[in-house]
T-cell receptor, first 114, second 114 residues
């Protein structure tokens, strides 16, 4: 399968703990995006990378959130000192430069903070 | 402030009839619009798009109409099939720079009844 892969699919953690999610984009895609989706809402943009450079961050991305894409391939999203309000579906998407609007999404990581 | 609005949380249509999903936007800088479809436990998948220089785009059973003066777009599905039952998200891209991500509406849950 050559789609966008996200791990883990589900994560349950206690408030105050750190969590890390991984995203493997479609191999030839040079843009990678992170979105967050809460119940009853559409996906909300968090940040994106072009190759290894992080080019944009949403104001939703607080200081507790950090994303990396060290070699321009897979990406990680870390949330430090999790809060109950961080509970959401975290979606990763990738695209090609020139067709960036056509994002290909992974199945997401569902985070529950207790 | 919701820049992309889908005012119908759900829509029920009989199989074989036309499904019409509506979307309104407020940002005049949006220049590209997309519809995504989402099944439970999966990420959104790209369905169809339209540039602001066009007023109609058709792909098989799916047609998107854009009315720029009204800041309104709609997705028509004809004929509706059981597999079309899903949540449909309207999304838009801004030509004004800033975040390169898409802005999504809250989604409309389409239910196709046999």
């Amino acid at each position: 399968d050559t789609g966008v892969s996200q791990n883990p699919r589900h994560k349950i953690t206690k408030r105050g703990q750190n969590v890390t999610f991984r995203c493997d984009p479609i191999s030839e895609h040079n843009r990678l995006y992170w979105y967050r989706q809460t119940l009853g809402q559409g996906p909300e943009f968090l940040t994106y990378f072009q190759n290894e450079a992080q080019l944009e961050k949403s104001r939703l991305l607080s200081d507790r959130f950090s994303a990396e894409r060290p070699k321009g391939s897979f990406s990680t999203l870390e949330i430090q000192r999790t809060e109950q309000g961080d509970s959401a579906m975290y979606l990763c998407a990738s695209s090609l430069i020139g067709v960036r609007e056509k994002l290909f999404f992974g199945s997401g990581t569902q985070l529950s903070v207790l | 402030d919701q820049q992309v609005k889908q005012n119908s949380p759900s829509l029920s249509v009989q199989e074989g009839r036309i499904s019409i999903l509506n979307c309104d936007y407020t940002n005049s800088m949006f220049d590209y619009f997309l519809w995504y479809k989402k099944y439970p436990a999966e990420g959104p998948t790209f369905l169809i798009s339209i540039s602001s220089i066009k007023d109609k785009n058709e792909d098989g059973r799916f047609t998107v109409f854009l009315n720029k003066s009204a800041k309104h777009l709609s997705l028509h599905i004809v004929p509706s099939q059981p597999g079309d039952s899903a949540v449909y998200f309207c999304a838009a891209r801004s030509a004004g720079g800033g975040a390169d991500g898409l802005t999504f509406g809250k989604g409309t849950h389409l239910i196709i009844q046999p």
